[in-house]
C-alpha cells in the first residue's frame, strides 16, 4: 500500500503532477499511472482533480500522515547508522531567512564541515512562514529564526539576543534631537545601545518622514507596529519590502527609515550617512532561536552543529 509513497509524497508537495515528475524524472503519464495504480490499490482517490491546484481527498490527508511517520522513522535509522559511523555520512539540512542565511548561517555551516567534511550539509532560505511549514512535515533538521515558533510543537534552544533599533537617513535628523542620543555602527558594534543609561528618542521626532516596513507576517513588522501603537504614532509607509537588508540599503540611499536588527547592523558595511537611534520599547527585545520539531530523532549531526552554534 505504501509501495510508491515516494510518488505520491512529491505529488502532495508540489501540487502538481508536472512538476511532481519534472522533480522525479519521469514522465507526467508514468506519474498518473503509478499514483493511479496506489489510488485503486487502497479503493479510494488520494487527490481530488477537480481543483487546481490539486488538493488531498480527506483519505489523502490520513494517507500522508501515515508517509510521514514512514519517513520520520527511516530517516530516524538512517541517523542511527550515521551516528554510529563517526558521522563519517549523513546530511544536515537547515532553514533559515535572508538575514540568517546570508550572515549567521555561513561561518557556522564552514566550522561544522571543517570538522565532518563526510557530512552534506543543505542550505534553505526562505520567509518564517514556509520555513515553520517545512520543519513541522520534516523536510529541515534546524531552522533559526527570532520569530517565537509553538513551544508545544517545537523545541528552541537559544542562540543570541537580538535588538531592533530605528536606522535613520542622517538628512532626516534635525537639530533638536540631541547628539548624545544618536548612534554610530561603532556604537553598535560596542553594544553601547544595550546599556540601561543610554537615552532614546521617541518617534514623534521623525513626523511625516518617510519609512519603510517589511511585509505584514514578519516577526519585525509586528514589532515595528506595536512599538508605534505603543508611541501613538502613525508612521508614513512609502514601500514595503521582504528582507531587513533590502530595507537597510535603501536607507543608506535616503529613502526613509527603517527598523533594524543590531545583528545586521554588526555585519553590513558601516555608512556614514546613516545614524541610529535606541528606542525605549519592550519590543526592541528579542531572541534569536534554533528550532527542531518535538519528537523528531535528533541525530548525531544536529547534536554537533548546534554543540558548534552554541
Known amino acids: 500500500m505504501f509501495q510508491g509513497k515516494e510518488y505520491i509524497y512529491e505529488v502532495y508537495k508540489e501540487r502538481s503532477f508536472s512538476k511532481a515528475a519534472n522533480n522525479l524524472f519521469i514522465s507526467q503519464p508514468s506519474l498518473s499511472?503509478?499514483?493511479?495504480?496506489?489510488?485503486?490499490?487502497?479503493g479510494t482517490p488520494i487527490f481530488d482533480r477537480s481543483v487546481n491546484p490539486i488538493q488531498l481527498t480527506e483519505c489523502g490527508k490520513e494517507y500522508i500522515k501515515s508517509v510521514e511517520k514512514i519517513l520520520d522513522i527511516e530517516i530516524a535509522f538512517e541517523s542511527y547508522l550515521g551516528s554510529t559511523n563517526e558521522l563519517k555520512t549523513g546530511?544536515?539540512?537547515i532553514g533559515g531567512s535572508n538575514l540568517f542565511a546570508s550572515f549567521i548561517l555561513p561561518p557556522l555551516i564552514s566550522a561544522f564541515t571543517?570538522?565532518?567534511?563526510?557530512?552534506?550539509?543543505n542550505l534553505v532560505e526562505a520567509n518564517t512562514a514556509l520555513l515553520e511549514e517545512q520543519l513541522f512535515k520534516?523536510?529541515?533538521?534546524?531552522?533559526?529564526?527570532n520569530y517565537a515558533f509553538n513551544e508545544n510543537v517545537y523545541v528552541k534552544h537559544t542562540f543570541c539576543p537580538d535588538c531592533l533599533l530605528l536606522a535613520v537617513p542622517k538628512k532626516f535628523v534635525t537639530d533638536g534631537i540631541p547628539d548624545d542620543v544618536r548612534l554610530t555602527t561603532e556604537d553598535?558594534?560596542?553594544?553601547?545601545?544595550?546599556?540601561?543609561?543610554?537615552?532614546?528618542?521617541?518617534?514623534?521626532r521623525f513626523q511625516e518622514r518617510p519609512f519603510l516596513f517589511l511585509r505584514p507576517g514578519n516577526d519585525t513588522r509586528k514589532r515595528a507596529e506595536k512599538i508605534c501603537e505603543n508611541q501613538g504614532y502613525h508612521p508614513h509607509?512609502?514601500?514595503?519590502?521582504d528582507q531587513q537588508a533590502t530595507a537597510y540599503n535603501l536607507v543608506c540611499y535616503g529613502?526613509?527609515?527603517?527598523?533594524?536588527?543590531?545583528?545586521?547592523?554588526?555585519?553590513?558595511?558601516?555608512?556614514?550617512?546613516i545614524v541610529f537611534f535606541k528606542l525605549n520599547d519592550e519590543e526592541v527585545k528579542r531572541n534569536v532561536y534554533f528550532y527542531y520539531k518535538s519528537g523528531k530523532y535528533v541525530t548525531r549531526a544536529m547534536e554537533e552543529f548546534l554543540r558548534i552554534a552554541l
Open 188 to 204: 553598535i558594534m560596542k553594544d553601547k545601545h544595550r546599556a540601561t543609561s543610554g537615552q532614546s528618542v521617541t518617534l514623534d
Open 255 to 273: 529613502m526613509g527609515i527603517t527598523f533594524v536588527s543590531d545583528i545586521l547592523i554588526k555585519k553590513v558595511k558601516p555608512d556614514s550617512n
Open 33 to 42: 499511472a503509478m499514483v493511479r495504480k496506489i489510488e485503486n490499490k487502497i
Open 91 to 93: 546530511s544536515l539540512t
Open 114 to 121: 571543517r570538522q565532518y567534511p563526510l557530512v552534506k550539509v
Open 237 to 241: 509607509i512609502i514601500l514595503e519590502l
Open 138 to 145: 520534516g523536510m529541515l533538521d534546524l531552522v533559526i529564526d
